[in-house]
């Protein structure tokens, strides 16, 4: 079985400072892991994915994000935060040991980011 | 790329009414993604096609649900005698092949029954 928990329903950040959102993870073998965000009415928009290699991944907008297989987490920073970064965002879990093909969701993270 | 495109875009219906959705993926794209997403939720998973075949169903698509994908390219998401707990966002994506492909998704159909 694989699941995601992002522990944070909302993040509150000032424009200018640094954004962190939360997600930890469970596979019984090894993790393809992604980040998604999503603006209102609209779907998902992929912003940067880890496969093997180096733990910090660079992805879209000056996003990146650290996986810590020793803590199973995969947090999504971004040095300096902009206002248009308000949205809620999705970290997703892919066994790659795993038969089938389907991506598993956390529950998601609102950010806010204040002028 | 054109994206993936979803229609209609929302969709109000009485209970127990039938309703369709299409999706139309990159074009290149071989893998065909179709998700349930409820509000303050994230996605959940329904059903995989690879190209026409239809490989993965989860627990969730109930026998009202159907879905196909007839020459590998578009898909239909069939529900049967549409219940309120039906209510959801509708999500469609498509990757290329190999786990590691990122999916890409469409701006969903919004479905709101009455």
């Known amino acids: 079985a694989q699941s995601v928990a992002q522990p944070e329903d909302q993040v509150n950040v000032a424009e200018g400072n640094p954004l962190t959102v939360k997600c930890t993870y469970s596979v019984s073998g090894n993790p393809y892991l992604f980040w998604y965000v999503q603006y209102p009415n609209r779907g998902l928009q992929f912003l940067l994915k880890?496969?093997?290699?180096?733990?910090l991944v660079k992805g879209s907008y000056g996003f990146e994000a650290e996986f810590n297989k020793s803590q199973t987490s995969f947090h999504l920073k971004k040095p300096s935060a902009l206002v248009s970064d308000s949205a809620l965002y999705f970290c997703a879990v892919r066994d790659r040991e795993a038969a089938g093909n389907k991506l598993t969701f956390g529950g998601g993270t609102r950010v806010l980011v204040k002028p | 790329d054109t994206g993936v495109s979803q229609n209609p875009r929302h969709k109000i219906t009485k209970r127990g009414q039938n309703v369709t959705f299409r999706c139309d993926p990159i074009s290149e794209h071989n893998r065909l993604y179709w998700y349930r997403q409820t509000l303050g939720q994230g996605p959940e998973f329904l059903t995989y096609f690879q190209n026409e075949a239809q490989l993965e169903k989860s627990r969730l698509l109930s026998d009202r649900f159907s879905a196909e994908r007839p020459k590998g390219s578009f898909s239909t998401l069939e529900i049967q005698r549409t219940e309120q707990g039906d209510s959801a966002m509708y999500l469609c994506a498509s990757s290329l092949g190999g786990n590691a492909q990122p999916q890409h998704f469409g701006d969903g159909t919004r479905l709101s029954i009455l």
């Open positions: 880890y496969i093997t290699g180096d733990n």
